[in-house]
């Protein structure tokens, strides 16, 4: 059973940083399949993802909206990905969920397999 557990979230003013984690547990996977990643949904509005990281070479991709400003990294075991947000906009509030088993295609991201229970991000002007 895949496990997904975020932390970091919080309350911060415009232009403040935050640092999300997820730590996964039964995920498996190979060096093509891995894909690990962030989804936002704000109040009145779709999720939408945020960042991936994914295959051998930890490739990364965005939304527009954060390039820039947030880093999707991994640890060397790949069961644990950051989020460095930087730069906070009012817009980035949002629940923020941890995913697995997701993939990116151009622009778009696919809907994941799995999903953790989330952590809020409040950013305040």
């Known amino acids: 059973q895949v496990q997904l557990v975020e932390s970091g979230g919080g309350s911060v003013q415009a232009g403040g940083s935050l640092r999300l984690s997820c730590a996964a547990s039964?995920?498996?996977?190979?060096?093509?399949?891995?894909?690990m990643g962030w989804f936002r949904q704000a109040p009145g509005k779709q999720r939408e993802g945020v960042a991936a990281?994914?295959?051998?070479?930890?490739?990364?991709s965005y939304t527009d909206s954060v390039k820039g400003r947030f880093t999707i990294s991994q640890d060397s075991a790949k069961d644990t990905v950051y989020l460095q947000m930087n730069n906070l906009k009012p817009e980035d509030t949002a629940m923020y969920y941890c995913?697995?088993?997701?993939?990116?295609?151009?622009?778009?991201?696919?809907?994941?397999?799995?999903w953790g229970q989330g952590t809020q991000v409040t950013v305040s002007s």
């Open positions: 995913v697995a088993e997701c993939g990116v295609v151009g622009n778009t991201f696919l809907r994941p397999d799995y």
């Open positions: 990281i994914y295959g051998p070479r930890g490739s990364t």
């Open positions: 039964g995920y498996t996977y190979t060096n093509l399949s891995y894909c």
